[in-house]
């Protein structure tokens, strides 16, 4: 839905957040007239303070909505919400902010979504494509807004429109119908968002809407939930397992080495990110930057440079021989397993928070043969302390610091202390990146 059609129309944003807020810059700057919806009043008084007057702001549950022909949701508000239900019963127009940058953007694609990684894997492609010297654009769920990429104006034939390199939850994607990727991937399916979603099936099904009208599907061989349905032709697969797949690691005379549709790329000790789910990551990348043509040297030279990410198994110190390392953004068990076999040795786990509504009986396998103890924190601490008896000393404190404190007494030498919650951060802090600064900040003071 374009500026000049929405123009014409009664537009209701639905949510003042980073999104919201992103959403009401875009349609202020084209002279699109429009109101908004948000319970909470600090994010509506920031609203004003953004729009200036002129602007309607009420409740969700004030909103009358035959007033509107057209709602832009914000990802945090489900669509099953009661008004919105009868906003779409009533054949109002409800659509996200990825939906109004689809029906403008000009240069290519890349599409990324998956209950874990998509973050690294959106931002090792971005650096790939960076360090090729690609004008790129990363947005979406890993930060910037995607509205706030688009051009002020539409490029000419002599610009380079950038490479878009999207990350998107599920929750954006249910509000998305014209999004035309050159590549989708979703990297995998765990249980996430269980509180949202009626079962990981229907939560799979919304992340596999990614690939509707994908020219090119990636998908991981090894998840069967990744897998396009209908089956799509062309799919290109990444696998850990099978050296069939299009995109695999295989192994050689001096050790096991990536490979992209038969061609060697680079030796997996190459990677500078530690973990068998990072190799996943890069085959990832491989496969969805294909269509953009980069040489061998100009990919190897992309992954061999990738340094992570902060809060993604993000090394902080060596102290006394004990590694730390910040997690922050494991906010399910599917990474807090993968971050926990991605360690250098025995592991001093720091666990706890926001559950989502999932069962945390599958860490204990992990648990029992990689860590030596837990320290569990937040909300659903008891919760995960009842799914991980006995299988490992298991200690109670109520703030990050009291985590961090207890971490130091309880690792020796050739041990790594690890943060990685499985959980959410909402019930103690902002958000995952607060968390984590808050015990990089908590590892620091104990040298200091």
């Not at 009664?10 to 949510?15: F, M, N, T, Y």
């Not at 699109?32 to 609203?47: G, I």
């Not at 990297?187 to 020219?215: C, G, M, P, Q, W």
């Not at 198994?313 to 060596?318: A, N, P, S």
Request: glycine fraction near 6%; charge should be negative; aromatic fraction near 6%.
């Amino acid at each position: 839905m374009t500026p000049d059609i929405l123009k014409s129309k009664r537009v209701l944003v639905v949510g003042a957040g980073v999104t919201g807020q992103s959403v009401m810059r875009y349609l202020k700057k084209h002279a699109v007239a429009f109101d908004v919806a948000d319970s909470n009043q600090q994010l509506a008084d920031k609203a004003l303070e953004l729009l200036g007057s002129g602007c309607y702001i009420t409740p969700l549950s004030a909103v009358a909505v035959n007033d509107y022909d057209v709602m832009v949701l914000s990802p945090g508000i489900p669509r099953s919400h009661a008004m919105l239900q009868q906003a779409l019963a009533a054949g109002v127009s409800v659509v996200g902010d990825v939906e109004l940058f689809a029906v403008m953007v000009q240069g290519p694609v890349i599409a990324i979504t998956g209950s874990n990684g998509k973050s690294t894997v959106a931002s090792m492609a971005a650096h790939v494509l960076s360090a090729a010297g690609r004008n790129t654009a990363l947005c979406g769920n890993i930060g910037t807004a995607v509205l706030d990429v688009l051009p002020a104006e539409v490029a000419t034939a002599k610009e380079e429109p950038p490479v878009y390199v999207l990350e998107l939850s599920s929750y954006q994607l249910e509000s998305v119908e014209s999004l035309v990727p050159v590549s989708a991937v979703v990297l995998n399916i765990s249980d996430d968002h269980l509180d949202r979603y009626d079962s990981i099936d229907h939560y799979a099904e919304v992340k596999r809407t990614i690939y509707a009208k994908a020219n090119r599907c990636v998908a991981n061989l090894d998840d069967a939930r990744t897998h396009p349905e209908p089956a799509r032709s062309g799919t290109q697969w990444f696998s850990l397992q099978d050296t069939n797949a299009d995109y695999t690691v295989q192994q050689l005379e001096d050790g096991s080495a990536l490979f992209a549709q038969q061609q060697c790329v680079l030796m997996t000790e190459e990677l500078s990110v530690p973990g068998q789910h990072n190799v996943a990551n890069a085959l990832a990348v491989l496969a969805l930057l294909q269509p953009l043509q980069l040489s061998l040297a100009e990919l190897k030279l992309g992954l061999t440079t990738f340094k992570g990410l902060a809060h993604r198994t993000e090394f902080i110190t060596e102290l006394n021989g004990v590694r730390w390392f910040n997690d922050s953004k494991g906010t399910n068990v599917d990474a807090c397993m993968k971050a926990v076999e991605a360690m250098p040795g025995p592991v001093v786990l720091i666990a706890g928070g926001q559950g989502k509504g999932v069962d945390f009986s599958s860490l204990r396998e992990v648990v029992t043969r990689r860590v030596k103890a837990v320290v569990l924190l937040g909300e659903d601490g008891p919760l995960l302390r009842k799914a991980l008896s006995g299988t490992t000393e298991l200690f109670d404190v109520s703030t990050l610091p009291e985590a961090v404190q207890l971490a130091q007494e309880l690792a020796v030498s050739g041990d790594a202390v690890l943060l990685s919650p499985a959980c959410a951060s909402f019930d103690m802090f902002d958000n995952y990146m607060v968390r984590g600064d808050v015990f990089r900040e908590s590892v620091e003071r104990l040298v200091a």
